[in-house]
Each structure stands twice: as C-alpha cells, then as structure tokens.
C-alpha cells in the first residue's frame, strides 16, 4: 500500500456582507474542489496549504490552524490519500489560476458552495468550516 498526503484549505472572504469560498476546477478531472497539494519533504502542514494555496491560486491567506479536518480515501487500489483541511482567510481576493492544473476558479456563496462541489467528502467539510467561520 501507497500512502499519500496533502495539504489544503477552505479559503474564504467576506464580501458584501456575505462569507464566500474560493473554489477551483481542476484541469485533468474537471472537479471542483478546494486549493491542496502534497505534502513536500520539511514542510508542516500549515507550510504546505499555505505554498498549495499561493501556487495554484496566487492569493496570499492566513490560516487557522485551529480547524483542522482531515479527508481519507483511495484514488487507487493500492494507494490511501489523507487530505488535511484547514480555513483560510483571504488577504487579498484577486487571484490567477495555475494553468497546468487549474481550468477555472470562482468564488461562491458559502451557502451554494454545495451545489458546486463534486465530492460529498468535500461538502462534508464546507459543512464544517460554516460554523467555524461564523464565530470567527
């Protein structure tokens, strides 16, 4: 068994009065998910979501270590991934898309971002990150 780990966050912002997400297409599955990528050799967990974050989106965020949830499962026979989650808040809203990976990027209403994800998991945890941004 191959074991895997990445690194990401739930980046959000408040706009108008509204909580939004930042949620990213990518280019090889056409899913939409959250900004993440794998864990390099030295890095914490924070430092990883933190580069995944910049990379794939150019945005700079401050994360919440404090929420923290983790998503497993197997995107082959021999190989288990784990996914840690963190919330991350946007410091600047203005992002450009990593275009070897990511087709489209789009910020949505917190409250519609469940129609959007392609992943129970994934709604799962935007579930999650609901309540803890609201006492943010």
């Known amino acids: 068994m ?3 780990k990445s690194c990401g966050a739930i980046v959000y912002r408040k706009h108008h009065g509204n909580t939004e997400i930042l949620l990213i297409k990518h280019i090889n599955s056409g899913h939409w998910s959250f900004p993440k990528g ?6 914490s967990e924070v430092e990883t979501a933190l580069r ?4 794939e989106t150019n945005l700079d965020v401050m994360i919440d270590p404090t929420f923290r949830e983790t998503v497993t499962y197997f995107p082959r026979k021999d190989t288990q991934k784990v996914v840690v989650y963190f ?3 946007a410091k600047s809203f203005d992002y450009t898309p990593q275009e070897t990976e990511i087709a489209d990027i789009r910020w949505v209403d917190i409250g519609h971002a469940n129609s959007v994800l392609t992943y129970e998991n994934d709604k799962t945890i935007v ?9 943010i």
């Open 2 to 4: 191959t074991y895997e």
């Open 38 to 43: 794998h864990v390099e050799e030295g890095e």
């Open 52 to 55: 995944e974050i910049k990379e």
């Open 87 to 89: 919330i991350a808040k």
């Open 127 to 135: 579930n999650k990150a609901k309540a803890a941004i609201k006492d």
